[in-house]
């Protein structure tokens, strides 16, 4: 595995990815702030949240079924985290781990410098994730 500078954790708020629709240029500068910290040997772990997109869904949900649970509301959520971290990665190409980190205790052997993940589980938060992955991948910043 090669010998990266340090491990930095970044929280990426959904609503940085989609204010009030996808702001693609907001994508293409992260990605280009993440490859500059890549090319001088640093780790990336890129955490998406939900944010606007997020809310409205689960607007829509409790519209659609006022009995919704919580934890219907917050596997929905945890899926537009992942669409989110799917983008991400689809973006980030080449560089990124081929998949979005489904869980922290999830067994990761890559060589790779950019990971991304999205939400893990009801109940917890994707700044939740943030703070685990930063455990597992021993990072000093997040």
Request: hydrophobic share 40%; aromatic share 8%.
């Amino acid at each position: 595995m090669p010998k990266f500078k340090e491990t930095i954790v970044i929280s990426v708020g959904g609503s940085l990815i989609y204010p009030e629709d996808l702001d693609i240029n907001f994508i293409l500068r992260l990605k280009e702030v993440v490859l500059e910290f890549v090319k001088k040997n640093y780790r990336i772990v890129l955490i998406t949240g939900g944010g606007k997109l997020c809310r409205k869904y689960n607007q829509a949900a409790q519209e659609l079924n006022k009995n919704t649970s919580a934890e219907d509301l917050d596997w929905l959520g945890i899926r537009v985290t992942k669409l989110n971290a799917e983008l991400l990665r689809i973006c980030l190409g080449k560089y990124c781990y081929e998949k979005v980190i489904e869980k922290p205790n999830q067994r990761i052997n890559s060589k790779m410098a950019i990971f991304i993940a999205g939400g893990w589980k009801p109940g917890a938060s994707s700044d939740n994730m943030a703070v685990n992955l930063a455990k597992k991948f021993k990072a000093r910043k997040m």
